[in-house]
């Protein structure tokens, strides 16, 4: 996105830069102070070129029709779940829902435990943690595009690990069992990111 910065800084902002002129716009170097070129200098171009391509080819009753299914998904969901994973506002809501898991279901694990457990459905987790004023939260985006047939397995999905919860919770602790890799150290992944791929030595 666009960066504003005051009159002084401007001799250290990144190259090329796009500045206006008499003749309209030009790419200008930033000299001797400048950091220089930061990865592509296109920014977000395609991110909009997609954005605006779905929006044309949906048009206005399209639009419409999406964003009502998606807020449909989102209120099925909400209240499919909502035995297990109370919705953090019990009203109807709209393209994605907060809920939080039970007491019941918090008793020894966490909604981190929910979100690696989820990968062995083949469900890659919500958003979880956010918002940061919910408790355990999961935000749970279903789109427009999901089926109904997709959303009734993630509901069942849940719901097992409602019941895993309750009844061995250490199965939750030990997830994911099913994928390439298994649980990673979040915290020693962050302090020490790998962020390379290095071929094995043979």
């Given at each position: 996105?666009p960066?504003?910065v005051k009159?002084?800084?401007?001799?250290?902002?990144?190259?090329?830069?796009?500045?206006?002129t008499?003749?309209?716009?030009?790419?200008?170097?930033?000299?001797?102070?400048?950091?220089?070129?930061?990865?592509?200098?296109?920014?977000n171009?395609?991110a909009?070129?997609?954005a605006?391509?779905?929006?044309?080819l949906?048009?206005?009753e399209?639009?419409?029709?999406?964003?009502?299914?998606?807020?449909?998904?989102?209120?099925?969901?909400r209240?499919?779940l909502?035995?297990?994973?109370?919705?953090?506002?019990?009203?109807?809501?709209?393209h994605?829902?907060?809920?939080?898991?039970s007491s019941?279901?918090?008793?020894?694990?966490?909604t981190?435990?929910?979100?690696?457990?989820?990968l062995?459905?083949?469900?890659?987790?919500?958003?979880i943690?956010?918002?940061?004023?919910?408790?355990?939260?999961?935000?749970?985006?279903?789109?427009?595009?999901e089926?109904?047939?997709?959303?009734?397995r993630?509901?069942?999905?849940?719901?097992?690990?409602?019941r895993e919860?309750?009844?061995?919770?250490?199965?939750?602790?030990?997830?994911?069992t099913?994928?390439?890799?298994?649980?990673?150290?979040?915290?020693?992944?962050?302090?020490?990111?790998?962020l390379?791929?290095?071929?094995?030595e043979?």
């Amino acid at each position: 996105g666009p960066v504003g910065v005051k009159k002084h800084l401007i001799p250290f902002l990144p190259e090329p830069r796009i500045v206006k002129t008499s003749k309209g716009y030009a790419l200008e170097k930033g000299g001797r102070k400048s950091i220089g070129r930061l990865r592509a200098f296109l920014g977000n171009t395609g991110a909009l070129l997609r954005a605006y391509t779905y929006l044309r080819l949906l048009g206005a009753e399209g639009l419409r029709s999406v964003s009502e299914t998606a807020i449909l998904h989102a209120n099925y969901l909400r209240v499919s779940l909502g035995k297990d994973f109370p919705p953090f506002v019990d009203e109807p809501c709209m393209h994605e829902c907060v809920l939080q898991p039970s007491s019941e279901v918090l008793q020894g694990i966490k909604t981190l435990d929910i979100a690696k457990r989820l990968l062995d459905f083949g469900f890659y987790a919500p958003t979880i943690y956010f918002p940061l004023i919910v408790p355990e939260a999961m935000m749970v985006e279903p789109t427009e595009t999901e089926s109904r047939q997709t959303l009734d397995r993630f509901i069942q999905a849940m719901s097992q690990i409602a019941r895993e919860a309750v009844e061995d919770s250490q199965k939750l602790k030990g997830a994911p069992t099913r994928t390439p890799v298994g649980r990673l150290d979040e915290v020693r992944a962050a302090r020490f990111p790998n962020l390379r791929w290095k071929p094995s030595e043979k």
